[in-house]
Each structure stands twice: as C-alpha cells, then as structure tokens.
C-alpha cells in the first residue's frame, strides 16, 4: 500500500473544487460564469456551452452567440432565470451580456459562499483521508502491515492531506482577492 496511489482521488477533488469555484464573479468576464448554465434546446436541458460559443468581447462584456438562432429566446431566458446580475440584451443574432460593477455587499455574499464551498473541498479531502486511513488499519488487521508500517503511513497520509488543505488554501485565497479586486 503506497499513498501515491490515492493521488488521482485528491487530485480529482482540488480539481472539483476549482471548477466549483470557477464560475464565482470577480468583476471580470470569463466563460465559466454562464457555461453551465441550463438552456432548454430542442426538448433536452443542456449546459449553455452545448448550444452557444460564449466570447469575452472586453472584461465588462461577454458574447453568447448560438449556433443555432432558433433557441435565441431559450437562451435569453435561461440567463434570466440563472438569476446572474446580468441582463441579457438580445440583438437577433447573439446575446450581449454587460456585467455590473460588484457592490460591497455582493462582493461580501460571493466571498461568503467562496468559503461555504472551501469548507466542502476541506470535508471531500478529510473522507478521501478516512477511507484510506480505514484501509490501512484493516490492512494492519488482516496481518498484511506490520504496526510500525501502518504508523509510518498514518504518518505520509497525514502529510499529504496537509498538503492539499494549503493547496485548497492557496486557491481560495487567490479566489478572494480577485472577488475584493475593485
């Protein structure tokens, strides 16, 4: 048994956590605040990046323009209900979506659910440590580990989850300056 061996299930959890992350507004536009929005195309719910390109035309500004003008409408409400802080303006080809300078408040709200979510990256982490924590000591009962072996890798189990609460850290931290950033 090797705790390398667990590093896809961290790594698959940091990487969750920044996707989660992602799509919290910063003041700049980016792709990830509207790509999963849900549009209904075609009778089937889909994420909004199934059915539009999204462009960044300037930091204030993004630019949904979907391939097929048909579900222009379906876009536009979707974008609606998502319930952003952006009002789409529609122009028959595309939809032009202008973000709002971010008020003290909401800058506080968003920093508030940046944390709620750390918290859960924190929580996926410490079960990922449980469950291996709990293989290690059924390996120790089984007789397949010696006690000082299950000691030493209590031990590098326990490093490697410090390790990627400061990664979780690092990230939220860099996530809440670029939320304060006016």
């Given at each position: 048994?090797?705790?390398?061996?667990?590093?896809?299930?961290?790594?698959?959890?940091?990487?969750?956590?920044?996707?989660?992350?992602?799509?919290?507004?910063?003041?700049?536009?980016?792709s990830a605040m509207v790509e999963n929005v849900v549009v209904e195309a075609y009778g089937v719910k889909q994420p909004l990046k199934?059915?539009?390109?999204?462009?960044?035309?300037?930091?204030?500004?993004?630019?949904?323009?979907?391939?097929?003008?048909?579900?222009?409408?379906n876009l536009e409400k979707a974008i609606r209900e998502a319930n952003l802080g952006m009002n789409p303006v529609?122009?028959?080809?595309?939809?032009?979506?202008?973000?709002?300078?971010?008020?003290?408040e909401r800058r506080q709200e968003l920093i508030k659910i940046l944390r709620e979510r750390t918290e859960q990256a924190?929580?996926?982490?410490?079960?990922?440590?449980?469950?291996?924590?709990?293989?290690?000591?059924?390996?120790?009962?089984?007789?397949?580990?010696a006690e000082d072996e299950k000691f030493r890798l209590m031990e590098e189990l326990d490093k490697a989850v410090?390790?990627?609460?400061?990664?979780?850290?690092?990230?939220a931290n860099k996530k809440e300056e670029e939320i304060s950033t006016v």
């Open positions: 048994m090797n705790i390398n061996d667990f590093k896809e299930d961290f790594g698959k959890a940091i990487e969750f956590y920044k996707t989660d992350i992602s799509g919290l507004r910063t003041g700049r536009a980016t199934a059915v539009a390109s999204i462009n960044i035309l300037d930091p204030k500004t993004l630019m949904l323009d979907p391939w097929d003008k048909s579900v222009l409408t529609n122009d028959g080809r595309g939809i032009r979506l202008s973000l709002p300078e971010l008020t003290v924190r929580i996926s982490i410490r079960k990922i440590r449980e469950d291996i924590k709990n293989m290690i000591l059924v390996e120790e009962e089984d007789k397949n580990i410090k390790d990627y609460n400061e990664d979780i850290k690092e990230i």
